[in-house]
């Protein structure tokens, strides 16, 4: 249960099989930093091209192809106080009509983040807003392992192994469950949000760099097929894919997949979810969008499979 | 302001152009049932075919084309204690390999629905869920006006008329707000819900006949394009459409309408809606799917474009 | 087998259960015509709105639901002169940031079209295309017969009862197949095209008048999923839906179950589709898009099961 | 303009950024060969693990990103007699319910390819279609660069840099354009097919290994966003992506770009492609599906924009 202390040098903007910056062990626990998805730190001081750089990869040595790697986020905390967004809400996002006939032009906006009083205030461009003031959620845009088969896949997307889902759950005191592809899992991570709409519809969070804290654990010969994680109150699954319902296809049939090792038939997982199951949108702005599929651990308690 | 009571004797499966029930004056009242999705009606008898019957149409006097009709849902509660369900995930919403291949048997469940108590309890087929109990959230899955065009759309669809867009948000005290496109509104309604998951992924929700009282509003001279409502919390939209990313695409482009409707510049309005929105899924069961797009109206406060 | 001349006075921009213009037998024949897409006659007047205003219903007086119905397209034939097309590729056909930055401006373009030479010339507007002249190949935009469930379906869109598919090759010579869902059938057709892009891409074609000939038949108590259709080289079907993926699931299935039909057992079907299908894209502007699936009777007749 | 003969020894499952195995100069003709999908050669021996192994990278002396390398596919040919597929059609291709419902069991099927007849021959399994035999088309079904940003590709989709297309007419005789995103351009190529239905639905053309040859050039200074191509008849694009509507959306969109090249204006582009344009369906077995814009070389050279 070693700590460690880790200050990236250099970044990654595709997850694979890079050189490890650290190996550690299952139950380790790191403290490091993230930059911001255009490569500024703490300083605000571009150390790396953009493109949600990543630091690692971690290389945790018990982890081999067909486990599972946890990892809990101990801590996130903005470590700077600007912030920054795009402005426009992409084209993806919006009709095919309204965007050839009615888009704004685009351009940045400066937020200042506030971790004392908890909040993120809009700076720049001066609009009808003024200082507009959103509550900071701070969460984790990309993280993920290397993915199989060789590949190194851009941190613009997402798929089994994790990347950009920028979904608002993915905060501190949420434990997610990754595939393990290759020896070691690769664990990279990156590209904080002080605060993020749903979908990430103009591309972009509150973007910014990151004081980061997290502990990894090895899960033996058990393997999962997409993204998992569990908070206080819900376990829930992540799928990545293009078009939409696809990522619905993924996350609910893993979910399906996750009550069936907790111990429900199907039948009865069918008939449960039915009536109970809750979606959450990720990202829809990358190459792959992101839908998370969820339920209560107090239904599972209910039934009898949740401690 | 009248208050109008209305026992419907014969129902329809799509949203068109009928002979109106009743003709009422905007401001009005009614109190009226619902059978349920299968033609049941309170004493659990099948009164008419099933395929989500709807109650309607009402003709309101003043509305016209190009108005916009309000309905608030007064009251929505369930009028008997059995509520039926289907069983199994619909393979649309699972991978297609796992449909090819893990599919369970299908079949009905039965549930007991106590307003008293406030819950819903399944009542077979025995599984090891045994007696699972959730809290009612009832709400209306199928309502809407006549469509353009001369149309007459089934009630297992939905698009910029309303429609069966199941989504758990249309509870007692919500407002909606629908596009008129032919004299009266002819508002219909009815697919009544005891309970029901996100996206109703079986197909179902605990359906269910409802004792209901809604009140109209006619907006003259106002138009949208699509369902819109507001809860005491939220203001928020309904794209209606295959794919899921095109109902995405309707409901955001809705929400920046209604924003700039309330007096927002286009810019400020992306900027807010970039870091703000939020999503809801509803139906991914239908021909159509249903994506609610949602701000909160404290926010909305906080920029001075609500009262 | 009786011939029957027939001249519109009114048309239908939604293909539902409207008062039949003409009773017919099956195994009868109609000359008739179709106005263009806007609603403009041989003489081009515009004699009713437009929205691919169709001809007809026709009732077929054998024709029950569960039947189908066979339509060939004895002759069609432009009537006029001058076609017209829209001038712009629909935004949803593009890049979403083409589409925000840089689409041309829009308006009408006009066509010669001369039945002699057999070509369609672009009159204008004046462009580096100058007199571009394409060779004719006539086709019926939209047709089909009154859909299921009391429903009225707009022309400007198209699902199992036919509607606006945009498919080049429903040319003279070909025989479609429709389910027949009430009784009569009510045949529609309209929206004919001097000739067209796959895709119908700028959302027209080059949109005329017809004269029309077509020779219906009934046959009895065999019931069919899709638009089905035969010409002198293949068997095909027509999926209708949106996304563009369904159409291809839907006329994939179709197409198999029509080899089952044949006498081709599902794993025969399978190895023959896998290395033998065809597909062609229909109409990808409007609501729902259109994806024909197709094998060569060449083909089947080398297995046996063409004659 | 040197002649190579290279033989590989090892192959890729990811395209990449890998050693290259021969460095040649734009002009350079190779003769090589390719294994099949599974990684069997002509000897039809597993000398590499399967999933569409690709032989290369070659290295373009000149090639640097941002040009683009085009390459004619002089020779291709199938240099065993054993082709193998799949046999059932892939679950994404037919409609949820079939699936759920009527899918029929799996196993491979033995082809005999004849390059003197030119015949491929059902040999294995025994069903219904008996010696069932259809002329060779051999194209090659994956072939691309290394992608930008440092990524590793599956050869089992595809992007913006070629891969797993599964597009019939890459054929003898056709000229690809490809973009250049590293040093060299680092083409591969692999997964030949004697013969494939449109789609590759059953997730396989008749996969055999290939004797092949090729010419490579650079093309200094243009850069093309998506694979490009040119026959006798045709020149076309590429577009591969999930949904299929997007991936028709990229190549209309780099068809439209290419027009422009040639010299074309917006608006006479989008008036020609209107009433010009066709489409071929790619693979829709991939997680990228690929869709083909084209047009035909002959009316290009009637506008004076070809020579």
Redesign the interface.
Known sequence: MAIHHFQPTHY???L?AHEPVLHIESGDTVFTTTVDNAGYDATDTQVTPG?NPQTGPFYIESAEPGDTLTVHFDRILPNRKIGR????????????????A????GGR?EWHVDVEKWT?T?LS?Q????A???PLEPMVGCFGVAPP??????T?TSSTHGGNMDYRGFQEGVTVYLPVFVAGALFHLGDGHA?????E??G???EISFDVQFTVNVIKGKSINWPRAENADYILTAGN??????A???A??EL?RWLGEL??????A??????????D?GN?FD?A?T?VCKVKKS?LR????WE
């Open positions: 990654h903007t595709a694979g493109g967004t795009a402005t426009v809400i992409a084209p993806n996002v919006l009709d095919p009509g309204y965007v050839a009615e888009m704004p032009a906006a993120a809009l461009p609009t009808q807003l003024g507009f003031t959103l088969r060789g590949q190194a896949i851009s613009a605060v993020q709409g749903d979908g519809i103009v972009t969070g509150v894919a293009r078009p939409l319902a696809q619905v296809q993924h609910t049939t399906v111990g429900l038939k199907k039948r009865a069918h008939i449960l979810l039915g009536q109970a199951v809750q979606y949108m829809v190459p969008y839908m239904i209910e039934v009898g499979v």
